[in-house]
């Protein structure tokens, strides 16, 4: 029980003990009251019962006395005594007393100084029971008779005798005789005798009923006694159990037992032993929090033990300050670090030792504390060697006051490091070097490879024009063409690579119609599964939108870029691709039944310039399809997995973001062959190129639209042609000698005269930044190397308004004539994107020039698609 519990009982036991003390003392003195009134009553009661019997004696001693001695104060006092008993007279004081035997001499007038008050009134008041009253009465009554003839012998001495109707009336001689006769004759004793025999009766009834009040009262009183000595004896018991078992056993043996124990733990002194907690009061869970204090006492010592093991065992160096900058503490590895002993450092100031020349005089407390950060900070050794340091500084703050009380500082000495970093900067600088010649190298790869494709793709189309030569040499022409364009390709993926890992890759989001894209995806692999006897399926879930924002051009080349790896490894079975799209994802499965790779191969399935090569299936290529599949996908926000089992095929997953439309306004595109130019009158354009031939090229070609050229070889020229002729557009290449292409748009932009001419740039230099960069200075167009004449077409329709009539492509009855193997073949690489083998492919065999030229220009546009149409519907 809880001591405040018992307490509480204990309160309550003392309270109850007390109030019945008090209520038996109360009733003892009620009883002791009772007592006494028992008595006052006995006493009063034989009072009143004694006057009615001495009063009796003393009518009948005057009466006697008078008749003797015919005294008349004595018959005066006879008739005083009644009428002070019949209330007539007033009752002296002390009349209970001994009162008439002091009367007895001549002249004595007794004092009447009471209250009038008849003996039978007192008796009524007196309380008495009406049967004692009827006694007393009777008495009084008897009394009354016995007056009658102590009269009438009183009279009898004066001569007074009585009529026959009882009055005194009639005088004679005195007749002593008589009246001696009357006072000691026998009716006189038998009325005193009928007085007293009534009282007599009155004094047994009366003390029976007064001794019978008075004995319960007696016992009443004992009773109380008896009551009131048990209940002082429990509260006593009550006060020494309290006592003793409450506040000695339970309350003062524990504290003190407590207090040693308190006072060992303030001694850090463990080894001590606790009272037991028997009785689960406030005392216990003092014991208690006693036990969990020595327990988190020995805890916390643990702690401090392990933190400074630690702190000794750290490889930092720690140590603490407090508010005025003194050392508190110091680790050994501070220790060392420093070049002191813990006790030459503890007490003194930070800025006498190891940093005094770091604070200057008057620095803010936080300085001193080493709490404002420093991008460089250095320590002094004792021997005086200034080291560089990393540290870490973290405030002390009272929990009250919120005053800062000092810090803690870990540092490390960072000489090392700093030399690695001052390695790594010069590794990073070489780095970079390496990085801007590897760009600086493809730039220049890209431009000087360009520059003579340029030359050679650009005059064979114009032979390719010519209707001047014959069927030998269209071939020779096409085979010149198709070699082109498959080194066209191989820089293009090379350089597309590079772009990636520069970061300079964008992604162009675009509306179109999902449904109409995926069905030439099934169109295009459908008919090339057929030649090799797969099943190739595609699965649209219900959530797939019809109409999308997402790159279209980047995803049709990842789609090409998978489908055609697993048509290349997969000989028999199926190519599945399942469609769906989840939380404006979407989400595209492609499984195959191929040969399938090992967990090896998995692991650089998407690492640049890796093939796996297999016994039975070798293919070509650079071994970048996957790679920049890979990092398409994640630039387009999403992340693409793959899972494969050696001889049962493999599944390639892949998520991108997309966002749905309601609606795309969708058109038909024709395409046409420019056959000439409906009018090119006083045209003027001026063609500026470091290169003959490509000045050449694009003189030659401008030719044949009837348009006036003049040409420059650098930026000077040009300026020279600017201020002696005018000229409706310019086409500038943009590596030149001299006054390079950039240099030379921005001073005509500059100039009033020139501003407002069109200006073409041509570069072989075909990344991103370069178009960017050319635009940014002025140029209005941007051309790459090597171009096509629709290029140069798109321009001058552009900013001439120059008018072309074409041909329809679809008004071309030719059909495309390839045997089914040569297809298969051709459908196989147009899977693969690999546009040089299909080149190599029409070189090798024996193919018109019309199904060569047309092959070739879907490979020029990335139409692979169409190849793959074209192979599916050919001829035998």
Same mark, same amino acid.
């Given at each position: ?31 002791? #009251?009772?007592? *006494? ?88 008041? @007196? ?24 009269? #009438? ?51 047994? @009834? ?17 009773? +109380? ?99 005025? !900058? ?6 050994? $590895? ?17 800025? $006498? ?8 005089? !008057? ?50 000495? =960072? ?22 010649? #590897? ?11 360009? $520059?003579p494709l340029n030359a050679i793709l650009g005059f064979a189309s114009l032979l390719k024009k010519s209707k001047n030569i014959h069927e030998g040499e269209k071939q020779n022409i096409n085979t010149i063409y198709s070699s082109g364009q498959h080194l066209l390709s191989l820089i293009n993926e090379i350089l597309e690579f590079a772009k990636i890992e520069a970061g300079k890759i964008t992604i162009n989001p675009n509306d179109f119609n999902l449904f109409i894209f995926l069905k030439e995806i099934e169109s295009m692999f459908t008919s090339r599964c ?66 399938? +790779? ?7 399935v998407f690492k640049p310039f890796e093939q796996i090569e297999e016994k039975t299936h070798k293919h070509e290529g650079t071994g970048l399809g996957l790679a920049i599949t890979k990092e398409l996908i994640e630039k387009m926000g999403g992340k693409i997995e793959a899972q494969s089992e050696l001889e049962k095929g493999s599944t390639f997953s892949f998520e991108l973001k997309i966002e749905k439309i309601d609606f795309v306004l969708e058109e038909e595109n024709t395409k046409n062959n420019i056959i000439k130019v409906k009018s090119t009158e006083n ?28 040409? @420059? ?6 300026? #020279? ?30 100039? *009033?005269? $020139?501003?407002? =001419?069109?200006?073409? @740039? ?5 990344? *991103? ?43 071309? *009855?030719k059909t495309i004539i390839l045997e089914k193997e040569l297809a298969r073949k051709i459908a196989d690489f147009a899977t693969s994107l690999d546009g040089n083998s299909i080149l190599e492919l029409l070189e090798k065999n024996n193919v018109d020039n019309y199904t060569k030229e047309k092959i070739t220009i879907f490979i020029q546009q990335f139409q692979f698609n169409e190849i793959s149409k074209l192979c599916s519907n050919s001829k035998n």
């Amino acid at each position: 029980m809880k001591l405040k519990q018992l307490f509480i009982l204990l309160l309550i036991a003392n309270s109850i003990a007390l109030f019945s003390v008090v209520f038996i003392l109360s009733a003892y003195q009620d009883a002791i #009251k009772e007592l *006494e009134n028992a008595y006052k009553m006995q006493h009063r009661s034989l009072i009143l019962a004694d006057e009615l019997r001495q009063s009796s004696d003393d009518l009948t001693r005057m009466a006697r006395t008078h008749v003797i001695t015919g005294n008349d104060m004595f018959k005066e006092q006879f008739h005083t005594v009644l009428d002070i008993r019949n209330g007539v007279k007033p009752r002296p004081k002390y009349y209970n007393r001994i009162y008439w035997d002091f009367y007895t001499l001549d002249d004595a007038k007794p004092i009447l100084d009471g209250k009038t008050v008849a003996l039978r009134t007192l008796m009524k008041e @007196a309380g008495f029971p009406d049967e004692e009253l009827e006694l007393l009465y009777k008495s009084q009554q008897e009394s009354d008779d016995l007056t009658y003839l102590e009269t #009438k012998a009183m009279n009898a001495i004066k001569g007074i005798f009585q009529d026959k109707d009882g009055n005194y009336t009639i005088k004679r001689e005195p007749d002593f005789a008589l009246a001696r006769q009357i006072m000691h004759g026998e009716q006189y004793h038998k009325a005193k005798i009928a007085i007293m025999k009534p009282l007599n009766e009155f004094y047994k @009834a009366f003390e029976t009923r007064t001794q019978k009040k008075v004995n319960e009262a007696h016992e009443t009183v004992k009773r +109380m006694e008896s009551y009131l000595s048990i209940s002082v004896l429990f509260l006593i018991l009550l006060f020494i159990f309290s006592f003793i078992f409450v506040i000695l056993y339970r309350i003062i043996h524990p504290i003190q037992t407590l207090n040693k124990g308190m006072l060992s733990l303030a001694k850090n002194n463990m080894d001590i032993t606790l009272p037991p907690k028997v009785f689960m009061d406030e005392v216990s869970d003092m014991i208690g929090a006693v036990e969990v204090f020595k327990q988190n006492a020995i805890e916390l010592m643990a702690s401090q033990q392990q933190n400074k093991r630690l702190l000794d065992l750290a490889g930092e160096g720690i140590f603490g300050l407090d508010a005025k !900058g003194k050392f508190i503490f110091v680790n050994p $590895t501070a220790s060392k670090l420093l070049g002191y002993s813990s006790n030459e450092l503890i007490g003194k100031s930070i800025n $006498t030792t190891i940093g005094k020349h770091l604070f200057q005089k !008057g620095s803010q407390q936080k300085q001193r504390l080493m709490l404002e950060t420093k991008e460089e900070q250095t320590f002094i050794s004792k021997d005086g060697r200034k080291f560089p340091i990393d540290y870490v500084s973290t405030p002390i703050y009272n929990n009250e006051t919120s005053l800062l009380e000092g810090s803690v500082v870990v540092f490390s000495d =960072i000489t090392k490091r700093k030399q690695y970093e001052d390695r790594l900067k010069k590794a990073t600088i070489e780095a970079q070097n390496a990085n801007r010649s #590897k760009s600086l190298f493809l730039t220049n790869m890209s431009h000087e490879l360009r $520059t003579p494709l340029n030359a050679i793709l650009g005059f064979a189309s114009l032979l390719k024009k010519s209707k001047n030569i014959h069927e030998g040499e269209k071939q020779n022409i096409n085979t010149i063409y198709s070699s082109g364009q498959h080194l066209l390709s191989l820089i293009n993926e090379i350089l597309e690579f590079a772009k990636i890992e520069a970061g300079k890759i964008t992604i162009n989001p675009n509306d179109f119609n999902l449904f109409i894209f995926l069905k030439e995806i099934e169109s295009m692999f459908t008919s090339r599964c057929d030649s090799k006897g797969l099943n190739f399926s595609l699965n649209i879930d219900k959530s797939v939108p019809k109409y999308i924002k997402c790159d279209e051009k980047r995803l049709r080349q990842i789609l090409i870029n998978i489908l055609g790896n697993s048509l290349k490894f997969t000989n028999e079975g199926y190519i599945k691709v399942d469609v769906e799209s989840k939380n404006s994802k979407l989400l595209i499965v492609i499984r195959d039944t191929g040969i399938g +790779m090992s967990n090896e191969a998995l692991k650089i399935v998407f690492k640049p310039f890796e093939q796996i090569e297999e016994k039975t299936h070798k293919h070509e290529g650079t071994g970048l399809g996957l790679a920049i599949t890979k990092e398409l996908i994640e630039k387009m926000g999403g992340k693409i997995e793959a899972q494969s089992e050696l001889e049962k095929g493999s599944t390639f997953s892949f998520e991108l973001k997309i966002e749905k439309i309601d609606f795309v306004l969708e058109e038909e595109n024709t395409k046409n062959n420019i056959i000439k130019v409906k009018s090119t009158e006083n045209i003027n354009i001026l063609v500026a190129d470091d290169t003959k031939a490509n000045r050449d090229l694009l003189i030659q070609l401008l030719n044949t639209y009837n348009i006036n050229t003049i040409e @420059a070889h650098d930026g000077q020229e040009v300026l #020279k042609h600017i201020e002696n002729s005018s000229f409706d557009l310019i086409f500038m290449d943009i590596l030149m000698p001299n006054l390079d292409g950039l240099e030379t748009i921005k001073i005509l932009k500059n100039k *009033e005269k $020139t501003k407002n =001419i069109p200006i073409i @740039a041509i570069s072989a230099n075909v990344f *991103e930044d370069d178009k960017q960069k050319a635009l940014n200075n002025g140029a209005d167009f941007f051309v790459p190397k090597p171009f096509e004449e629709k290029d140069i077409a798109t321009a001058l329709q552009k900013f001439l308004k120059v008018d072309f009539e074409y041909e329809n492509e679809k008004t071309i *009855e030719k059909t495309i004539i390839l045997e089914k193997e040569l297809a298969r073949k051709i459908a196989d690489f147009a899977t693969s994107l690999d546009g040089n083998s299909i080149l190599e492919l029409l070189e090798k065999n024996n193919v018109d020039n019309y199904t060569k030229e047309k092959i070739t220009i879907f490979i020029q546009q990335f139409q692979f698609n169409e190849i793959s149409k074209l192979c599916s519907n050919s001829k035998n």
